[in-house]
């Protein structure tokens, strides 16, 4: 009997961090970057000890693959439906990036494990960054200027999206555009170069 | 670049998410494509020449019908594909009913045909052309809905290309119904199915690359 609610408990991953993250996420996609920011956090911290589970000796491969399902998050936050548990939402994008680095790797001994539940997502954290292999600035900066320039200037300098415009000769909607293609086309660099 | 960086990079000046963003997408590209399907209906085959009169026999509305169920769940799967970790659950077997319902009909009036009249009414007089001008008439949806669908985050790919292809051709036979003479239910049962699972089958192979994210 205990033993099956801590199964369970291990399923569904632990209710108060999901009710947490979930409560940051939602007020994020309202608009509110400090409670955005404060859910990329914790999400970060689970998503990295998650990986390490799964990735036990590859820490720098662990940072690559965090920092892709974190731009990935980013990019896919309007199919976020709010009636749906965040883990499951959290965990189909991590486990899709997870098997994309298994595909690129050939590392077939991974895919046999049961991928079905949650994979315990929100269950344990871990905030010791390990250094990456890959450095997104460094991609960051070879895209285009029509994506560069508005990333660097809004995102980056904390510019207000008129002044980025005037800045660099653009209309606002085409810094705007520019941000959000610029992080999906940031993602797909990420992809082909792994 | 640190994930910390990253992390700070994503969440400044994040704006708010528009939340009917993916249904506005969706139905921005369903009506393209029935409106391309449409189009390319009228301008290579042409609206069939009674077709006042077939809209007064009740088979030419069961076959609409037909083709729009099956469109309005096909739809319905493909938004579920389109996002992480949404079951598609209940929304296969609504899929599956009129198609199962079209071949209960199939049976039924075969059942009741005169002998020696099975093939023909399976067959019909244009069982060959009609799944390839299915085909034709569902690219324009089936380009829009892969539009619609790359937007999104489709985990499962391969399957999601297979919704957009079978939402696509259920989308060209609705067009396809206003121009198509046949009226017997064994025969759109077979063919228009068989119309619809040729850009499935696309769909299917295009999947993993084109949507892919």
Redesign the interface.
Known sequence: MIASIAERQDAIGTPAAEAELRACFIAGLAGDAARYRQFLDGLSGHLRAYLRRRLPHARADVEDILQETLLAVHNARHTYRTEQPLTAWVHAIARYKLMDFFRAHSRREALNEPFDDDGGLFIASDVEPADARRDVGVLLEALPDRHRLPIVLVKLQGLSVSEAARRCGMSESAVKVGVHRGLKALAARIRSRS | ???????????????????R??ARRFALAWVAGLGGALLLMILLLGVRPDIAEAARVPTFWFRLVYASAIAAAALWVTSRL?????RVGGAWAVLATPVALGWVAMAWVLAHAAPGTHLPLILGHTWRVCPILIAVLAMPAFVAMLWAVRG??P?RPRLAGAAVGLLAGATGTVAYCLHCPEMAPPFWSTWYLLGMLIPAALGTLAGPRAL??
């Open positions: 670049m640190k994930t910390d960086d990253l992390v700070t990079l994503l969440a400044s000046r994040a704006p708010a998410v528009d939340r963003g993916p389109a996002r992480p970790g949404v999104m985050a985990v892919r994210w």
